[in-house]
């Protein structure tokens, strides 16, 4: 059974800093891209960060130099550094897990949320 659970979400203050966490399990961790999602009351889900499994980085345009994304294979987790928070990144953030087979088949899989409040 696949579950990715995050971890680390609560209220902080504007320009204060919060780590999210992502356990995996069920999963062979280190041939899965992970990423980080979000959804604001009342908007579609958005791409944040994702990181492949070589390791290379991609972010929002909105994130960019404030939020890092980093994975440790060895405890098939993901992490999500959150800096300089502002009352905008407010938002449920999910896990993702995608990954292509030789035959391009596709397995992706998400994680329940965790709730990043940013006010004052």
């Known amino acids: 059974q696949v579950q990715l659970v995050e971890s680390g979400g609560g209220l902080v203050q504007p320009g204060g800093s919060l780590r999210l966490s992502c356990a995996a399990s069920g999963i062979v961790f280190r041939i899965f891209t992970m990423g980080w999602y979000r959804q604001a009351p009342g908007k579609q889900r958005e791409f944040v960060a994702r990181i492949t499994v070589g390791g290379r980085t991609s972010y929002a345009d909105s994130v960019k130099g404030r939020f890092t994304i980093s994975r440790d294979n060895a405890k098939n987790t993901v992490y999500l550094q959150m800096n300089s928070l502002k009352p905008e990144d407010t938002a449920v953030y999910s896990c993702?897990?995608?990954?292509?087979?030789?035959?391009?088949?596709?397995?992706?899989?998400w994680g329940q949320g965790t709730q990043v409040t940013v006010s004052s």
């Open positions: 993702n897990a995608e990954s292509l087979d030789g035959l391009g088949r596709r397995s992706e899989y």
